[in-house]
């Protein structure tokens, strides 16, 4: 396959160049992430700079919404969320 963006990179501000949906759980992430929502719904989130009781719950989020934190656990959701890994 032909990769023009190869080299590119992914920022903050960009695409990301790989992702994988996440299942909420009690363990972190394996890379703390940006996350976008696939399918409407609710999540529970830690942000990276948080300890395990700094929970932020966002309701009401859309396909397509990016969360505004780097994020290292999701402890619950009735969205689909996947990773957007830099």
Excluded at 55 to 71: K, N, S, Y
Excluded at 81 to 86: H, V, W
């Amino acid at each position: 396959m032909i990769d023009p963006w190869k080299g590119f990179g992914g920022d903050q501000h960009g695409f990301s160049r790989q992702g994988a949906t996440i299942a909420p759980a009690a363990d972190d992430l394996p890379t703390a992430s940006r996350i976008v929502v696939l399918a409407a719904g609710d999540a529970t989130i830690i942000p990276v700079d948080n300890d395990d009781a700094g929970t932020l719950t966002f309701t009401g989020l859309a396909a397509g919404q990016i969360l505004p934190f780097i994020v290292r656990r999701v402890t619950a959701a009735t969205a689909t969320l996947a990773m957007m890994d830099l």
